[in-house]
């Protein structure tokens, strides 16, 4: 299974790259008018004095979503190797555009099979998630924290937290794609005495309303 993380680091990078740097407004040039003067209907140009509205390339990220993501979680305890295989699922979330950045609140949803140990799966992850970061161009560049909960096929479930960072594009004003890397923890998962430590990465696709 170790070919899976090179392979979908690549992927979340080659989906967050569209935009990395933020492009300048454009302005319309000042418009040529021809006019014709009476009687002799000749034509003469002139420069209009009227300038068209500038476009702004700021998007605006106000608003909820609900999408899906998917990718490869590596996990790492103290009874086992590291192992690794595919995660996805949903999230759930809203942004607030402040103008140069953005904050906001999500819940994720992951299905999983990964081992945590001796006859020990990691099956599901559910996290409540604060990210905020600045705005550039029609991306997102963001970091990641809250709290998060895993259950297991054999040892039950238990709580613990996460940090991370993502980068998110607009595609259209409805429309995103990105990436996301998350680290989680969890200390002596449900008083076995076991620390579980957990990474993602993950591409993701919401639809924005």
Do not use: C
Not at 38 to 53: E, G, H, K, M, V
Not at 106 to 113: C, E, H, I, K, S
Not at 127 to 134: D, E, S
């Amino acid at each position: 299974m170790r070919p899976l993380l090179p392979l979908l680091a690549t992927t979340t990078l080659a989906v967050a790259a569209p935009a990395t740097a933020e492009t300048p407004p454009t302005a319309f040039q000042q418009p040529v008018l021809i006019t014709f003067d009476a009687p002799n209907d000749t034509p003469t140009a002139s420069l209009s004095t009227q300038s068209r509205p500038t476009l702004s390339s700021s998007a605006n990220w106000t608003g909820f979503y609900i999408g899906g993501q998917l990718g490869v979680g590596v996990v790492d305890s103290d009874i086992s190797s590291n192992d690794e295989d595919f995660i996805g699922g949903v999230t759930f979330g809203y942004d607030h555009d402040f103008g140069r950045w953005v904050l906001g609140g999500a819940l994720d949803y992951d299905f999983a099979d990964i081992n945590a140990g001796p006859g020990t799966s990691i099956e599901e992850i559910f996290r409540v998630k604060l990210r905020g970061g600045p705005k550039i161009g029609n991306g997102l560049l963001y970091g990641a924290a809250g709290w998060a909960n895993a259950d297991t096929d054999t040892a039950g479930r238990d709580d613990g937290w996460f940090i991370g960072a993502g980068y998110e594009y607009l595609v259209s004003s409805q429309f995103s794609v990105g990436g996301e890397v998350l680290y989680h923890e969890f200390d002596n998962f449900n008083s076995t005495g076991i620390d579980v430590e957990a990474t993602t990465i993950q591409v993701r696709a919401t639809f924005r309303f």
